[in-house]
Nanobody
Framework: QVTVRESGGGSAQAGGSLKLSCFIY????????MAWYRQPPRQQRESVAS????????YIDSVKGRFSISRQSVPMKAVHLEMNNLKPEDSGVYYC??????????????WGKGTLVTVSS
């Protein structure tokens, strides 16, 4: 059983910074992808940033140069999202996702409950 739990978030002024952390409990497949998604008000959930266990990073265009994703394996698995130069359009509920993969298929797909980020102008 794998559990994903976010922390961080909150409110910030435009131009400010916030850091989100996500801790993963349980046995996640060693080959995996950890990611942050967000869902702005009245919009669909979108992938913001992801990082594979091999270190490959991916970002949506709107956050490139402002957000940075990082991972840790000890003392426990975690993924962090450093968000700088925040804009009001970054507001939304941010979800952590962890997927295991065997190279051919997804082996487990786990979501956190989300944490709210509000950026005011």
């Amino acid at each position: 059983q794998v559990t994903v739990r976010e922390s961080g978030g909150g409110s910030a002024q435009a131009g400010g910074s916030l850091k989100l952390s996500c801790f993963i409990y349980g046995d996640l497949f060693s080959s995996n992808i950890m990611a942050w998604y967000r869902q702005p008000p009245r919009q669909q959930r979108e992938s913001v940033a992801s990082m594979t266990s091999g270190g490959y990073e991916n970002y949506i265009d709107s956050v490139k140069g402002r957000f940075s994703i990082s991972r840790q394996s000890v003392p426990m698995k975690a993924v962090h999202l450093e968000m700088n130069n925040l804009k009001p359009e970054d507001s939304g509920v941010y979800y952590c996702n962890a997927k295991g993969t065997n190279g051919h298929a997804i082996v487990g797909d786990y979501w956190g409950k989300g944490t709210l980020v509000t950026v005011s102008s």
